[in-house]
């Protein structure tokens, strides 16, 4: 998803077509296809960064997409609501295009858009079933942080936390782990477990990528204030779950803004989310700029981080410069390299 962005005005030659093509053919036999028959073409180990294969993944990506819009026009009802259920529910591009679409009556994609989404439904199909009624609130967080033992991780030195401090620390250029409440059901992070950054300069974006060991192509997400959302996204409109894409209407957010000059944000109200909400408020009077960068806080690999020894030690693993919780700022230690970000 992140890399076809790359190719957004590439062209696609002969061989990529009939690549796609025999991809899509339902009859071909391309899973038979073994790697020595396939050693002279010009997109055989071409590579990730180069810009014929970002092409390919670009040409690629529409060419599913119109599948299912084919399709959804020759069965769509009027005023029919389209829900988007599994892992493709994390296809922002997909998203957007449904929604400008214009088939549907309304666009749903639950904030956990994995393949619990058909026990979910299950669950909210025997509601209707035995009480006539199927109304969901939806909570995209599950459980508290276990308190487990953190004896000897004296890396860090705890302070109270204060907004301004923290908002004061990210425009110096500290990345800082971010853990309140309950954890995310979803993959994305969504204000309980994210690693924070200011989203300028550009050049967080690349450490980012570092600390979480992803591919440097692939875009950080940015957390906003929902009443900032027009100062920097278009069009504007909540998005508290980030599934869908903005385009990215100011050059205040570079660490954030993809190379179609676009952005997954999430945006946050002091209803939903107080205190991240107050804490990009802080940020606001800081740098005048209400948005942060905002990656998901866990290994590679595995859940988010749910224990305060993982994220003692996520954070001294990964160099981060610190971390917030609940009611404490964590820095790390002169001793162990706390100098200024550089």
């Known amino acids: 998803m992140a890399l076809a962005a790359y190719g957004k005005n590439g062209q696609l030659d002969e061989e990529g077509k009939a690549i796609i093509a025999t991809?899509?053919?339902?009859?071909?036999?391309?899973?038979?296809i073994n790697k020595h028959q396939v050693q002279s073409s010009a997109?055989?180990?071409?590579?990730?960064?180069?810009?014929?294969?970002?092409?390919?993944?670009?040409?690629?990506?529409?060419?599913?997409?119109?599948?299912?819009?084919?399709?959804?026009?020759?069965?769509?009802?009027?005023?029919a609501p389209l829900l988007i259920v599994g892992g493709c529910g994390l296809n922002c591009d997909w998203n957007s295009k449904w929604i400008e679409t214009r088939l549907f009556s309304d666009v749903f994609i639950p904030p956990c858009t994995n393949d619990s989404g058909s026990s979910i439904g299950t669950a909210i199909d025997a509601m209707l079933y035995t009480r006539g009624l199927a109304k969901v609130t939806w909570s995209p967080y599950a459980g508290e942080l276990s308190h487990d033992d953190l004896e000897g991780t004296d890396y860090f030195v705890k302070e109270p936390y204060y907004?301004?401090?923290?908002?004061?620390?990210?425009?110096?250029?500290?990345?800082l782990g971010w853990v309140q409440g309950r954890y995310e059901v979803g993959p994305r992070a969504l204000g309980n477990r994210s690693i924070?950054?200011?989203?300028?300069?550009?050049?967080?974006?690349?450490?980012?990528?570092?600390?979480?060991?992803?591919?440097g192509f692939r875009p950080i997400?940015?957390?906003?204030?929902?009443e900032c959302l027009a100062d920097y996204f278009y069009p504007v409109h909540p998005s508290p779950y980030m599934l869908e894409f903005r385009t990215v209407v100011s050059n205040a957010i570079p660490a954030v803004t993809h190379i179609d000059n676009s952005a997954r944000p999430q945006s946050v109200n002091n209803f939903q989310n107080p205190r991240?909400?107050?804490?990009?408020?802080?940020?606001?009077?800081?740098?005048?700029?209400?948005?942060?960068?905002?990656?998901?806080?866990?290994?590679?690999?595995r859940g988010f981080i749910n224990k305060l020894s993982d994220l003692?030690?996520?954070?001294?693993?990964?160099?981060?410069?610190?971390f917030v919780f609940e009611n404490s700022l964590f820095l790390k230690s002169v001793d162990h390299n706390n100098e200024k970000p550089t």
């Open 43 to 79: 997109y055989f180990n071409v590579g990730l960064d180069a810009p014929r294969f970002a092409s390919l993944a670009y040409h690629f990506s529409n060419a599913i997409f119109k599948i299912f819009h084919d399709f959804a026009k020759t069965i769509v009802v009027d005023d």
């Open 312 to 322: 003692h030690r996520f954070a001294n693993e990964h160099g981060l410069d610190g």
């Open 196 to 215: 924070l950054a200011a989203p300028y300069p550009r050049e967080n974006l690349a450490k980012l990528n570092a600390i979480k060991n992803r591919e």
């Open 276 to 301: 991240m909400h107050e804490l990009l408020n802080a940020c606001r009077d800081v740098s005048g700029v209400g948005v942060l960068c905002n990656t998901s806080l866990n290994f590679n690999g």
């Open 163 to 175: 907004p301004r401090r923290v908002a004061e620390l990210l425009n110096a250029g500290y990345i």
């Open 221 to 226: 997400a940015p957390v906003c204030l929902e």
């Open 23 to 32: 991809l899509l053919n339902k009859n071909s036999n391309f899973r038979k």
